[in-house]
């Protein structure tokens, strides 16, 4: 079954204690982000990746970090987490970049609680 | 600045009549435009997409969606709704390099 799995779904944590989500695709996709959903924010793009060792800033980047060094391995690393990453998170996978005409495909979601 | 507007937090609709979720965008260009659908604890699922052509554009699950170029919409209807269609909805638009979203559309269907 094509997937992108996240994990893990649920974590709660403290501030300043390094955390990493990851993210795998079965799908041979090129193109992988990361997005947090808010509630009346919608989603935004944190950082996203057209390749291996390809990566660039989405519109919230600040205290994210990410790497990519297999095409189905997606990290997104919390170094210094502070209670404003208290959020949903997801990533995607896609055929194309964000810009095209190719949807994306989610994970299931990582809800972050930083106390 | 870009963006993509839904502007009913929620909508209600008995089950069996005709529903509409509304979505309007301000991009630059001639944008691909998208609805999305989340389940409670579950990721986005991609419904339907415009690229270009016909401005009716039929999805998953009985979807359709109506593309107006003058007024920059994209609504999401469905002739008969369902309550298994109960659900949060997103329309998205696409910029240079970039996916705008909707805050989103939570939509209840009342049996």
């Known amino acids: 079954e094509a997937q992108v799995t996240q994990n893990p779904r649920y974590l709660i944590t403290v501030t300043g204690k390094k955390l990493t989500v990851t993210c795998s695709q079965n799908m041979n996709h090129e193109y992988m982000s990361w997005y947090r959903q808010d509630p009346g924010l919608g989603l935004r793009q944190i950082y996203y990746?057209?390749?291996?060792?390809?990566?660039d800033k989405g519109d919230v980047p600040e205290g994210y970090k990410v790497s990519r060094k297999e095409k189905r391995n997606f990290p997104l690393i919390l170094e210094s987490p502070s209670p404003n990453q208290t959020s949903l998170y997801f990533c995607?996978?896609?055929?194309?970049?964000?810009?095209?005409?190719?949807?994306?495909?989610f994970g299931d979601g990582t809800r972050l609680s930083i106390l | 600045a870009q963006s993509v507007a839904q502007p009913e937090d929620q909508v209600n609709v008995a089950e069996g009549n005709p529903l509409t979720v509304k979505c309007t965008y301000s991009v630059s260009g001639n944008p691909y435009l998208f609805w999305y659908v989340q389940y409670p604890n579950r990721g986005l699922q991609f419904l339907l997409k415009?690229?270009?052509?016909?401005?009716l554009v039929k999805g998953s699950y009985g979807f359709e969606a109506e593309f107006n170029k003058s007024q920059t919409s994209f609504h999401l209807k469905k002739p008969s709704a369902l309550v298994s269609d109960s659900a949060l909805y997103f329309c998205a638009a696409t910029g240079a390099n970039n996916l705008f979203f909707g805050t989103g559309t939570r939509l209840t269907v009342i049996p």
């Open positions: 995607a996978s896609s055929l194309g970049p964000t810009g095209s005409n190719q949807p994306q495909h």
């Open positions: 415009y690229i270009t052509g016909d401005n």
């Open positions: 990746s057209m390749n291996v060792e390809v990566t």
